[in-house]
């Protein structure tokens, strides 16, 4: 379902989304997905998504691609600064959850939700994605109580969204389908 960007082997090798892609694939580089897939599916994915709902600037698809970069790996702000420049590390550290590693649950959420609410227009569509790509992904291999807490998660997050940019107006109704499909279940 997600397993390649349309376009991606057409694209320039040069290109600002064929490097961030190429620069995420080696940072996650031995990273696993829980379900054991390699961990650089799952921006594959997040770029699929945003492209799927119309969204082709080539600043956000990039941002999208190393999203995970400063939490998940040794990457640094100033290594994609360098690679990048300010505007992509800037809106990759939008996306970075400061107390990702080591806190609770709640306490990540909580931190995600401020996190949320400071984000620029690009950052949403990406966060948006991310979060759609997360709910598809993981949500057959937990249990029901995971489940729950992560839907109910993902109702806070949303609120904390607000106002989503027109442009990932179709991005949110698919996340707000998504989970009200889920809480039927």
């Known amino acids: ?8 082997e057409r694209m320039d090798e040069n290109s600002l989304v064929a490097r961030a892609r190429k620069f995420a694939a080696e940072a996650h580089d ?4 829980a379900n054991g897939v390699p961990y650089v599916t799952h921006p594959e994915a997040v770029v699929e998504i945003l492209r799927e709902h119309g969204i082709h ?4 698809l990039a941002a999208a691609y ?6 998940d790996t040794a990457v640094t702000s100033g290594q994609l600064v360098r690679a990048f420049g300010e505007d992509i590390a800037g809106l990759v550290e939008e996306l970075t959850n400061p107390h990702a590693k080591g806190a609770s649950f ?3 959420n909580e931190s995600l939700r401020e996190l949320a609410r400071r984000m620029s227009g690009r950052a949403k569509l ?3 994605a991310d979060r759609i790509h997360n709910l598809s992904s993981k949500k057959p291999t937990w249990s029901v109580a995971k489940q729950q807490r992560y839907i ?12 989503v940019p027109q442009e990932g107006a179709l991005l949110e109704h698919r996340l707000r389908d998504m989970v009200t499909e889920l809480l039927a279940t």
């Open 66 to 71: 190393l999203h995970d970069v400063l939490e």
């Open 126 to 128: 990406v966060k948006i």
């Open 30 to 33: 031995g990273q696993k997905r």
């Open 152 to 163: 109910t998660a993902t109702i806070g997050l949303l609120m904390a969204l607000q106002p």
């Open 106 to 108: 709640e306490e990540k």
């Open 57 to 60: 600037d080539e600043t956000v």
């Open 1 to 8: 379902m997600f397993a390649r960007a349309p376009g991606l």
